[in-house]
């Protein structure tokens, strides 16, 4: 990874908060099926609810809340409605479209099969790479992660990744889209460009 923030000493994701139907169930998936540790939980004051921290890693957490009377899921708006390479994966703006947890790439074929061995229903294999597709059968040089995706009990799309290239000035190479859809022509290509990369130039 390149980069490094000026501003801000960020030490990855505290944790994320997100809000399950069913605490017990979220437990039995997450702790028992995905073996993440449960590492503390708390009744909210007032009755209002719960909220429970499990820990994915370096010191990170994935929490979430049980509010007694909490609107139902929205799939397709706060969630995607299908996993991707099987329908609709869109959702509305300010919504957590899914979370990937890093996983090592020498275990990723494993751990495919550990899901599957559980009874969750995963996608294909990803390999994610710069062709036209953006996407391989087979792994090679070209890829950059692979991933598999599954949704939890609650529709939260998931995603095991697996970092297996390092980036460079090259992977950073187009400009972004705005809110009515056209390209911020020079926001970030040209800046490639003036830093004496005409190879970024497309």
């Known amino acids: 990874m390149t980069g490094k923030n000026k501003e801000f000493e960020f030490r990855g994701v505290n944790h994320l908060a997100l809000v399950c ?52 899921a929205a799939p ?50 990803l390999n994610h790479d710069n062709s036209p597709t953006q996407a391989s059968d087979q792994m090679y040089d070209g890829v950059y ?14 995603e095991f990744a697996a970092w297996t290239a390092e980036f460079d000035e090259h992977d950073v190479a187009h400009d972004p889209f705005q809110a009515d859809g056209t390209r911020r022509e020079g926001m970030i290509v040209a800046k490639a460009v003036a830093a004496g990369d005409s190879a970024l130039v497309g």
């Open 76 to 125: 397709g708006i706060a969630s995607p409605e299908a996993l991707p390479t099987q329908g609709n994966f869109v959702t509305a703006h300010g919504s957590l479209n899914h979370i990937a947890f890093n996983v090592p790439a020498e275990k990723f074929d494993e751990y495919h099969r550990k899901l599957i061995d559980k009874g969750i229903k995963v996608t294909k294999i």
């Open 21 to 72: 139907k069913d605490m017990a169930r979220t437990v039995e998936f997450y702790r028992d099926i995905l073996g993440m540790p449960l590492v503390k939980t708390l009744d909210l004051p007032g009755g209002r609810g719960q909220h429970f921290f499990f820990d994915i890693g370096n010191g990170d957490s994935l929490a979430f809340f049980w509010f007694d009377g909490a609107p139902e």
């Open 145 to 158: 992660v692979r991933s598999v995706y599954f949704f939890d009990p609650d529709g939260v799309c998931l």
